[in-house]
């Protein structure tokens, strides 16, 4: 079940909802513990049990945890745990990978070839494993104490909002929610008006612009894609996936707050970033500062010399790759982030590199990390190196397209140049800015306390808008999953 559908729109969540409001308080969560089991069950089926295996296991290990008062002992339960999770990714997400990269090895030594049955993908694996390790983690650093109720802890993981695509939520930062929330009018408006901006992202921008990617990434051959041609998909990629991912994550954050959950920020307009440090401060804030805070920090940040910051950096986004799938072309992706990250780190250490940066004008800079970021998108999209390394030969000029076509493979109306520059102007800090002039006239008297109700009108109408339009979309559509869901 996706969010973007009519079943979830208009069946699962008002019921959900409805429960959730109508059963005693102290029933709530168990109630929205069973309502998100069978939204996870209802596509995924018995692999729910993988989940609810995960959370027993972890529900465990957190207790016995903070029981053991030898260090050795504690230690050596948290490493059980973590190896537990991390086999769970390991056998559903990687052991293919794992066995065809082996067979290659052993197909050169003329050695026998393994097999392996193939094993289906559960949605969202790679999200609630990374809060259950964020979990223990914590109970052993003294970060968080454990949670007494199984079912407040099974929602902590299953919970629907977030569970199949993020945020990557802490349970920290959700325990004194577990325990007491208050829904009320206004957050429950605050949280509509929120799920209604992601479905309207993910279905009037990211499925309009996939039609572009997608033509030119799986769709047109290589000797058939122009320079042209090849530089609007990607364009239209870069800007689909933005849009499907951070509208999923608006829609996470609304619903949460329907049902009284604050859930943290996943994405602060980060293509309006100046460099790829600043990128990865803005784009999936949840995944990145997990990384920081459970790989990156605990082997030495960048407290142990340039060289070991270096191969730090390297590690975490090579595993940041990996995390994303088991592909070599993730493992690139990875690779390309961590050395211009690497090449940033370097440039601010030198003085003399660093005054010179700093000259550069901030549309250069901007130019430089959309570019960085685009290119990276390549290997991310393509389904092997060979693929992606076509791609970028087309786009620039290296490719085998007999005439420089722009247009005549890919249907470029009206609507999709539209859609184009919606995404565009979206993908830039203008909303946030909207709303700081709003509050600033709101605030003052006479004819600019009579302009900032013009705004509110303005924008309770095209929010309207978005929503009839978002739904008459998919009364006409097809199944649309969200990019995210394979990972």
């Known amino acids: 079940m996706v969010f973007s559908s009519l079943l979830f729109l208009f069946r699962f969540l008002p019921l959900a909802l409805a429960g ?7 029933w709530r969560n168990a109630a929205l513990l069973l309502a998100s089991l069978f939204f996870y069950a209802w596509g995924e089926g018995a692999v729910v049990l993988v989940m609810v295996a995960s959370i027993a296991v972890n529900w465990g290990a957190g ?17 059980l745990s973590v190896a537990f999770n991390l086999a769970l990714l390991c056998v559903f997400k990687y052991l293919g990978f794992f066995v065809d990269t082996l067979n290659a090895l052993l197909w050169r030594l003329d050695s026998p070839i393994l097999h392996v049955k193939a094993i289906g993908l559960p949605i969202g694996i790679s999200f609630f494993t990374f809060q259950a390790m964020s979990y223990v983690i914590d109970i052993y650093r003294g970060d968080a104490r454990p949670q007494k109720n199984p079912l407040d802890f099974g929602l902590y993981i299953a919970l629907f909002p977030q569970l199949i695509a993020g945020p990557i939520v802490r349970y920290r930062d ?27 992202k993910k279905v009037l921008i990211a499925n309009e612009l996939a039609r572009a990617s997608e033509y030119a990434f799986h769709q047109s051959p290589s000797s058939e894609l122009s320079v042209g041609l090849a530089w609007i998909g990607l364009v239209a990629y870069g ?10 994550s608006d829609m996470a954050i ?60 390297l590690i975490v986004f090579l595993l940041c790759g990996l995390w994303h799938g088991a592909n070599w072309t993730f493992l690139v992706w990875g690779l390309w982030h961590g050395a211009f990250l690497i090449a940033e780190r370097v440039v601010r250490a030198r003085p003399g590199l660093r005054a010179l940066a700093e000259r550069v004008p901030r549309p250069a800079s901007h130019a430089y990390l959309l570019l960085v970021v685009l290119l990276g998108w390549v290997p991310f999209e393509s389904s092997n190196l060979g693929a992606a ?11 085998t397209a007999s005439a420089p076509r722009w247009t005549a493979e890919m249907v470029l109306d009206p609507l999709l140049l539209t859609v184009l520059l919606a ?23 006479g004819a600019s306390r009579g302009m900032a109700l013009a705004l509110d009108l303005c924008g309770h109408a095209c929010l309207a808008l978005m929503a009839v339009l978002a739904v008459a979309s998919l009364a006409g559509g097809t199944h649309d999953p969200f990019i995210y869901f394979r990972f």
């Not at 800007?239 to 999923?248: E, P």
């Not at 979206?426 to 509050?439: D, F, K, M, N, Q």
Request: net charge positive.
């Open 20 to 26: 959730h409001l109508l059963v005693p308080r102290r």
């Open 63 to 79: 207790h016995v945890i903070n029981k053991c008062d030898d260090r050795i002992r504690r230690q050596l339960w948290v490493a």
């Open 174 to 200: 959700l325990a004194s929610q577990l325990a007491q929330r208050t829904v009320d009018i206004s957050g429950f408006a605050h949280g509509a008006r929120r799920f209604i901006m992601g479905l309207a």
């Open 239 to 248: 800007l689909q996936i933005y849009f499907d991912f951070s509208g999923y």
């Open 254 to 313: 609304g619903a949460g707050r329907m049902f009284g959950f604050r859930l943290r920020e996943n994405f602060l307009h980060p293509y309006a970033s100046c460099s790829l440090t600043e990128f990865w401060r803005r784009w999936h804030i949840s995944l990145s500062s997990w990384f920081r805070d459970y790989l990156y920090l605990p082997l030495g940040g960048n407290r142990c010399g340039a060289l070991r910051t270096y191969r730090n950096l």
């Open 389 to 399: 390394w076509d791609y970028v030969a087309c786009l620039f000029g290296a490719g």
């Open 423 to 445: 995404g565009a102007l979206g993908s830039l800090p203008i909303l946030p800015r909207l709303r700081a002039l709003h509050c600033t006239l709101a605030s003052r008297g």
